[in-house]
């Protein structure tokens, strides 16, 4: 089973920034307003906060967590402001890719495991509000591809 010794203090990080990373890429695909916002921030902390069964993965799952719900997540997440839409949803793409090098250091199993829940945070944040757009079905697709996850 996978766990956090196995990465590199920078993959680490990289896997640990993914949860808010990829919320923060889903808001700036839906763009919606201030109150979207906030029902869409609930939608993807439920998700990270309680996985559901992760199987072969829920341990290092448990690892990632608290960690991803730490002050310094939050702050790193935040320095996107200020680039246009589509930059803030490339940059997050590009940069979940780092995470995905990551996890592929990992049994498969366990790689679709964490992948899967990084898709269903996504998704959370995405039907949260009015709808899933199409933007945000395709960031949702760009998502699962990093990860290499199928989605329904």
């Known amino acids: 089973m996978a766990q956090k010794s196995d990465f590199t203090e ?3 990080r990289a896997v640990t920034d993914a949860p808010l990373l990829i919320m923060v890429t889903m808001f700036a695909a839906g763009g919606h307003g201030p109150i979207a916002m906030v029902k869409e ?3 993807g902390a439920r998700v990270l906060q309680t ?11 448990a690892q ?16 996107r402001k200020g680039q246009s839409i589509e930059q803030l ?5 590009s940069d979940l890719g780092v995470a995905a090098e990551a996890l592929a ?4 199993d366990e790689r679709a495991q ?8 996504a998704k959370a944040v995405a039907a949260a509000s009015k709808g ?18 199928t989605t329904a």
């Not at 996985?51 to 799952?61: E, F, Q």
């Not at 990632?64 to 320095?79: C, F, G, L, N, T």
């Not at 945000?136 to 998502?143: G, L, Y």
């Open 132 to 149: 899933t757009s199409d933007r945000e079905a395709a960031t949702i697709q760009e998502i699962a591809a990093v990860f290499d996850v």
């Open 10 to 12: 920078a993959e680490w």
């Open 41 to 43: 921030s609930a939608a």
């Open 64 to 79: 990632i967590v608290p960690e991803a719900q730490s002050k310094e997540s939050r702050h790193d997440a935040e320095h």
């Open 51 to 61: 996985p559901g069964d992760r199987g072969p993965a829920a341990a290092l799952v």
């Open 114 to 121: 964490v992948g899967g829940w990084f898709v269903d945070i």
């Open 89 to 93: 949803i490339a940059g997050g793409i």
């Open 105 to 108: 250091k990992i049994p498969a």
